[in-house]
């Protein structure tokens, strides 16, 4: 096992598998066959072709579009076809997540295969013994990945909300790091990948911060979703990583970015450039299928 593989089941995907979804001729997302038979049911709605799932060209504003697409979605958690509503909105975009072309319900993301974004921090503590890191295991009950290891603060990021003023509420909800600790938190950079899942494809971006924290300092859960935190040594979490699938998956593709960025992997590695370049796929993930003009719903 290596950090190498830990990466590579983060990016496990056949586009074959799907149909582009467009929106106003942008390729937004990725959509399974069984789901769009089911989508088949609201023609009003959706364009079906064969090369294309497109929406309505009638529903012309990102309000029309969005409204929608929330009634095919609650009748599809009914169903039991998506898991639940979660009530948080998200960017439907083909790149810029500040300019949707519709908002999406986060638990409805990887049903219609849509580009989520979320924010993860390192907090990490410098001690006489060497560099320590918090590492937060989820909660038995939560719905995915339950008891597993994760970053001491990760979440989405719904739209509509600032990512300084997301991760300052993440920080308090997740580990009750106080706002003034919190901002400051260094932005350090982007990860994305994308990945099959049992919902459906995620292609996903995750805005990664470094956060250092006093020794005085202990986390504490404020909304349920941690079970508990340990600080470990650096060497401790390193290792986890490698020799396990303790962690949640994606972070650790966060861990690794940090290893990398501290010297803990170094550059004599012989895996390090597939390590640097694997933690950030292309955001334009036609290019990886094929390059082709987009039909018009």
Known sequence: MSFLDRIRACNTYDLGNYIPFCVDRHLVGWIRPAVRDLLAEWPEVFVIRPDCIGIASRFNTIEQRTAALDRVTRSLVKRGAIARWHGERYPVTARDRLRPLLLIDRAAAPTYGVRSFGQHLNGFVRTPTGLRLW???????????????????????????????????????????????????????????????????????????????????????????????????????????????????????????????????????????????????????????????????
């Open 135 to 297: 590492i937060a295991r989820r909660a038995a009950a939560k719905p995915t990945y339950p008891g597993m290891f994760d970053n001491l603060v990760a979440g989405g990021l719904p739209y509509g909300i600032a990512l300084a003023d997301n991760l300052a509420k993440e920080c308090w909800e997740e580990a009750a790091i106080p706002p003034t600790l919190a901002a400051r938190a260094r932005p350090v950079g982007a990860i994305s990948y994308c990945w099959e899942t049992p919902a459906g494809l995620k292609p996903d971006v995750m805005f990664t911060y470094d956060l250092e924290l006093p020794e005085s300092y202990t986390p504490r859960c404020n909304d349920g979703e941690v079970e508990s935190f340990e600080l470990w040594p650096v060497e401790r979490v390193a290792d986890t990583v490698q020799d396990s699938t303790r962690f949640k998956p994606n972070c650790n593709l966060v861990i690794i970015d940090f290893l990398i960025r501290h010297g803990i992997i170094s550059a004599d590695d012989p895996d390090y450039l597939e390590l640097v370049t694997g933690l950030r796929r292309p955001l334009n993930l036609a290019a990886l299928h094929e390059n082709r003009s987009l039909p018009e719903p």
